[in-house]
């Protein structure tokens, strides 16, 4: 697949390698086709990764990634053209943390509303599909750093074609199909990002990042 | 231990059953003494069981459980009086949802606050705990109904000889030592009440609510 992320930090680059490694093609948007950050990042990626600007990424790409910081993503998304992200998956790996405060963050947007269904309202014609945001980047793409991987991973969206590219995607990537948990449509994502706060916490507790959680029933 | 727990709901009912079986005298608060559900649950519960008014249960016990609804968690402990409070140890395990839009309910105090820091703010002399909010009732009182016992439960209190009242009481209950997560000061409440968004979602996804979840790292 032909896979845009959006964002240079390290949820961006960490999924970007882990899609080239798969064998996708991927372009990394920002704001600069020419940022210095995205530049070295393909150098390390290699032949399958490309820097772009946010819209030349978005543009033929079959897959949009959104890994900015949830402040920004909606400018972000607005760079890549609506006309590029129309009837394409959208996944949504972005928190809306508000650091105007200081550490920790509030959420910018919560409770009735989320980050996800916020995309959704300005790009109705993007499939938006919520997931990953519930952990660190080396465990989105490396669940067996964690306890042999058995832990969650949740998605939320409104399109059921859409969540099925989603879950081969994590699928690929190594998720076992019984920790990938569908919370069905998009307002599951209120949940998903609301659950930021706790995860903050556990990881101040821990003194580390690299930890999930597992639904037992 | 001479407990309070106020409000008679299914967890009012059950922690205060539970409490009178460790061999725990329990008042049973409400707005009326004469509520009938107490009156029910006092026969039930047996000889170390009694109904009270809300400030009947508060005064002369050691430890206050407030198991009352979060939008009347307030109301509640004013009628307790605040000198009925003061000192002693206030383990809040309630959730401030707000069902007036219907399902989901939304929570009314949140992101930089928690019903645990209204609380505190307005009973100072108190020593708020917030614990066992995350999971259902009978989780709470019997984590072996769950994967053997093996997942957990989080408290946070400004005050560490109250959390050590509670963790005690945790043990008591049947909560193994390493699944009791201290998230430090009492705005650790905040990810706690912030969890129940996708708590609720997760009771729908999997259709019932005799669930938990594990921290793993």
Not at 26 to 53: I, L
Not at 69 to 83: D, E, I, M, V
Request: hydrophobic residues 50%; glycine residues 12%; aromatic residues 6%.
């Amino acid at each position: 697949m032909k896979i845009a992320v959006l964002g240079t930090g390290p949820v961006g680059r960490t999924l970007g390698s882990k899609f080239t490694a798969l064998g996708h093609t991927v372009a990394m948007g920002s704001r600069d086709a020419a940022n210095p950050t995205a530049a070295e990042w393909v150098v390390s990626a290699g032949a399958k990764a490309r820097a772009a600007s946010f819209s030349g990424a978005a543009e033929g790409s079959d897959v949009i990634v959104n890994a900015t910081a949830g402040a920004s993503s909606l400018l972000a998304l607005n760079a890549c053209g609506a006309r590029n992200l129309a009837g394409k998956v959208l996944i949504d790996v972005a928190n809306a943390l508000d650091f105007s405060a200081g550490f920790p963050p509030s959420l910018s947007v919560l409770n009735t509303d989320s980050l996800a269904e916020s995309i959704q309202r300005v790009f109705p014609d993007a499939m938006v599909v919520k997931t990953l945001n519930t952990m660190a980047a080396p465990v989105m793409v490396d669940p067996q750093l964690v306890a042999g991987g058995d832990h969650d991973v949740f998605l939320a969206g409104n399109d059921d074609d859409a969540k099925a590219v989603v879950v081969g995607l994590l699928q690929e990537i190594g998720w076992q199909p019984g920790h990938i948990r569908d919370l069905g449509g998009l307002d599951g994502a209120r949940g998903m990002e609301m659950y930021l706060p706790l995860w903050l916490r556990l990881m101040g507790n821990l003194g580390h990042a690299s930890f999930n959680f597992r639904v037992v029933s």
